[in-house]
C-alpha cells in the first residue's frame, strides 16, 4: 500500500482520496473509521450545547426516556432519541447492543460469553456492558467487518 500526504497551507480543506483496485472489509473498515471524523452529534452538558466528536463517543445510552453521549471525560445529553441516532450512525463503527445502548465498537477492548446468552463488552476505559442475545449476532458482524 502507498500512502500520500500532501500538506499546504493552500488547501481549504482537508481531502481524503482513496484509489484502490479492489473494495476489501479491510479497506471498508478504514473508511467507516474516516468517516466517523467527518461528523459530530450535539449534545448538552451543564446547560451548554456542544458539537461532540463522533470519535470520542464511547457508547449512547437512553435511560428514563433521556439519551446521554458518554465520553472518557464527560456525559452530554441528546435530544434525539436512540433510534434516531441508530439511524445517523447506520455507517459508522457504532452498533447497537441492547435495547437501549450503542457502542462505539473502537472503544471495546474485549468481548466475553455469559452462562445466560449474553455477552459482557469490556471498554477500553474499564466500563462493562452488557450485550443482549437479541443483538450479538449484529455486534459479530460489525466486529467481522
Not at 42 to 61: A, C, F, H, R, W
Request: with cysteine; hydrophobic share 40%; aromatic share 8%.
Amino acid at each position: 500500500m502507498k500512502l500520500t500526504v500532501n500538506q499546504s497551507m493552500d488547501f481549504t480543506e482537508n481531502e481524503i482520496i482513496i484509489n484502490c483496485t479492489v473494495m476489501d472489509k479491510r479497506l471498508q473498515q478504514l473508511i467507516d473509521y474516516i468517516r466517523q471524523y467527518s461528523f459530530s452529534l450535539k449534545g448538552m452538558s451543564q446547560g451548554e450545547i456542544y458539537n461532540v466528536p463522533l470519535e470520542t463517543i464511547l457508547y449512547i445510552d437512553s435511560v428514563d426516556g433521556r439519551t446521554f453521549f458518554y465520553c472518557r471525560d464527560r456525559i452530554y445529553e441528546s435530544k434525539k432519541p436512540l433510534y434516531a441516532l441508530e439511524r445517523l450512525l447506520i455507517n459508522t463503527p457504532f452498533v447497537r447492543i441492547s435495547k437501549n445502548c450503542i457502542l462505539n465498537i473502537n472503544a471495546l477492548k474485549s468481548v466475553r460469553i455469559l452462562l445466560n446468552h449474553k455477552m459482557e463488552a469490556s471498554l477500553t476505559t474499564g466500563e462493562k456492558l452488557i450485550i443482549t442475545r437479541k443483538y450479538i449476532e449484529t455486534v459479530r458482524a460489525k466486529l467481522e467487518s
